[in-house]
């Protein structure tokens, strides 16, 4: 019905729908749990571990039986190999060849070479192989050779070191000097070359931001023996002789130099010594006149040491070290350790009848009981390893 001036009368408004109190406090509730659930992420991303995730995606495609093992490939060598995982894949190196193997087996290098004692050194994706006493020396990254050195006559390479940037660090015995380093960068020209003749060079490292050379050096102090931290800056002029700082790591042989984000660690017979950057004394452990059985330097910001009261017998204790020289985890071992290794977190123990991987706080993380007589583990950062015997080597893929 229309009134006089041919318009509707008002409808009558709609009334309001009420707020559902019960919704909102869903909601609520819901974007709170969001709230903590990152807020407990973000605080405990370390103690997290989505390695399960990504060996899902890395190894989804690699046949492998019900104990998570891919199938056996061969490879060419003797006692003498040595061995690496770099980018994933193994690197075996004999005094007559060097391959490289993907993780099913499929061989992407075969390169003969004549070596006596054939070492390798790996950072990143880039594996360094030389022989040590000898003259040889190769690079490869991206599955191939990318540099090659031979020694000159009258010296001989002591070792070398890739650090993660690719760049090198050589050191070699040569007549005149007690030793010589010659540092390389990662399209592998020699920038600076230090040769010392009041000390003995054994070993040298690059640092991670590659400004600096660490020397290792032995000589005598007041008379006695002393091992010693020698830092270099690489923009020094010619001119500038003298190391930029010096940290003396005790009287003992030191076995293995790493510089890694966390400092330079110099492992030795009886001790293990972190120093930092600036040439402090970070941190160190002592052995307690234990004997050092095996060690591996390649865990994220710690050292993995197998350590016993007597050279000989099974019974010895699993110790893992931080950078600051602490004692992290401790686990005592009651049976033969074969192999000992580290990468990232893990920390993975060879006995001859299985394999564990453990945490850095020695929590057990995976059991692969049957190891089909392996005699050497390599423990890769994902939570897989590498199993290897006297001609054969094949992937392990916790489930």
Known sequence: MEDINGSRPNAAPKPKKRPNHFVRFLAFLVTLALMVGAVALVANYDKLNFDFIKRWFSYRTLARNDSGQAESFHF?????NAFAV????????SPNTIRLY???????VDQAVSMTNPVVSTAGGTALVYDAGGRELFVYSGREEVFSLTQED????LSADVNQNGWLAVTSQESGHKGSVTVYDNSYSPLVRFSLSNRFVMDAAVAPDNKSVALLTIGL?????ESRVDLYRLDRTEEETEPDWTCPVGNNAILDLRWTSSGIWALGESGLYIVSGDGALSGSYDYGGRYLKAFSLDGDGTASLLL???RAGSTAELLTINASGELAAALPVEEQVLSLSAAGRYVGVLTADRLDIYSQDLELYNTLNGTQ????VLQRSDGSAMLIDSTTARLYVPQ
């Open 102 to 108: 993907s993780g099913s087996g499929q061989a992407f």
């Open 76 to 80: 060419v060598g003797d006692s003498s």
């Open 86 to 93: 770099v980018d994933g894949d193994l690197l075996v190196c």
């Open 308 to 310: 016993g009261k007597y």
């Open 373 to 376: 007589n392996a005699q050497k």
């Open 221 to 225: 102090t007041d008379g006695n023996f």
């Open 154 to 157: 009258g010296q001989a390479l």
